[in-house]
């Protein structure tokens, strides 16, 4: 079965400053794919932004990147020039060739004024 | 609507009793999926309809757990014979087709069992 492992609980930025939110991921399949949301505290999940493991290329989304290492099993989010609206949830998940989705444990991002 | 709606956006019951969740997709979304979020925890995947069909069931939790949808719309999650441990926050989501990846979340449903 899939694993999806985020290993940071919290993590805080300064606002304007970059973060990055690792998630690291288990599975014998070779095509799937990749997702981060965020959840603020409104509880309404969002997708930020998405990779297709196919592709070697990082997605980007705007100030929201990825670093997907596909060997390794990793695919971080970069978030550039961090904003008070950052502060939320961040889910990576995962999307399996039988259209199940598994999803981490989060990762609390704290941005401070 | 404009997004996917869910109905009650919060739910008390007592231990043993029925509750039935309501999930509203984005018009025209043929994919639906639910999950289950417990404190503090990721989403955990449940189950995932195209159009009406639910291809998969093995991630309902327990046989208390079931799933319909009709006419490719609307959905219902019911829960039999509640316990504590079922109480969560409930996630509904839908996308065009299993083919489009992005997923449009509901505010879900706060169930709690008594």
């Known amino acids: 079965a899939q694993t999806v492992t985020q290993s940071q609980p919290e993590m805080s930025v300064q606002e304007a400053e970059t973060v990055t939110l690792s998630c690291t991921y288990d599975t014998s399949e070779s095509d799937y794919y990749l997702f981060w949301y965020k959840q603020p505290p409104s509880r309404q999940m969002i997708l930020v932004i998405r990779?297709?493991?196919?592709?070697?290329q990082n997605a980007t989304e705007n100030r929201f990147s990825v670093n997907f290492q596909k060997a390794a099993k990793s695919f971080s989010l970069k978030i550039s020039d961090s904003q008070l609206g950052d502060a939320a949830m961040y889910f990576c998940a995962y999307r399996s060739t039988g259209n199940q989705f598994y999803f981490g444990t989060g990762t609390s991002l704290t941005v401070i004024p | 609507g404009a997004g996917v709606s869910q109905s009650p956006s919060n739910k008390v019951t007592e231990k043993g009793k029925d509750v039935e969740l309501r999930c509203d997709p984005i018009s025209g979304h043929t994919a639906l999926y639910w999950y289950r979020q417990s404190l503090g925890q990721g989403l955990e995947f449940l189950i995932y309809?195209?159009?009406?069909?639910?291809?998969?069931k093995s991630g309902l939790p327990s046989d208390r757990f079931s799933a319909e949808r009709t006419g490719g719309s609307v959905s219902t999650l019911t829960i039999q014979r509640t316990q504590q441990e079922d109480s969560a926050v409930y996630l509904c989501a839908s996308s065009l087709g299993l083919s489009n990846n992005e997923q449009f979340f509901g505010p879900g449903t706060r169930l709690t069992v008594l």
């Open positions: 309809f195209q159009g009406n069909s639910a291809p998969d």
């Open positions: 990779q297709e493991a196919y592709k070697q």
